[in-house]
């Protein structure tokens, strides 16, 4: 794997590592709801995610990340349409997306 693959995967990761810690072990929407800067932290961690998966696709098609392209529209959504971001539709994805997107990239990174 490309150097600049690994880079961009450790970015995602540590991304990941990051909104699990801005959450803590109470993750609590409503909590998350009423806390501007944890939804920007989180909003901008997503950005970085969406960006790297970008990236790694630009440079290694065959690189597997189930719902790449998601992701990327993810990003491109938080940036501009900040405006219209939902947050409910934010915590679906950190409560279901996340996880599944934490397992893979660990999987990339130690092959």
């Given at each position: 794997m490309?150097r600049?693959?690994?880079?961009?995967?450790?970015d995602?990761s540590?991304?990941?590592?990051s909104?699990?810690?801005f959450?803590?072990?109470?993750?609590?929407?409503s909590?998350?709801?009423?806390?501007?800067?944890?939804r920007r932290?989180?909003?901008?961690?997503?950005e970085?995610i969406?960006?790297?998966?970008?990236r790694?696709?630009?440079l290694?098609?065959?690189i597997e990340?189930?719902?790449?392209?998601?992701i990327?529209?993810?990003?491109?959504?938080v940036?501009?349409?900040?405006?219209?971001?939902?947050d409910?539709?934010?915590?679906?994805?950190i409560?279901?997306?996340?996880?599944?997107?934490?397992d893979?990239i660990?999987?990339?990174?130690?092959?």
């Amino acid at each position: 794997m490309q150097r600049e693959v690994l880079k961009y995967l450790l970015d995602i990761s540590e991304s990941i590592d990051s909104i699990y810690e801005f959450l803590g072990d109470n993750r609590n929407f409503s909590d998350y709801q009423s806390n501007k800067l944890l939804r920007r932290g989180v909003e901008r961690e997503l950005e970085i995610i969406g960006e790297a998966v970008s990236r790694i696709l630009k440079l290694d098609e065959g690189i597997e990340i189930s719902d790449s392209r998601r992701i990327v529209d993810l990003r491109n959504w938080v940036i501009h349409g900040y405006d219209k971001v939902d947050d409910v539709i934010i915590w679906g994805i950190i409560s279901r997306d996340i996880p599944k997107l934490k397992d893979q990239i660990e999987k990339l990174r130690n092959n």
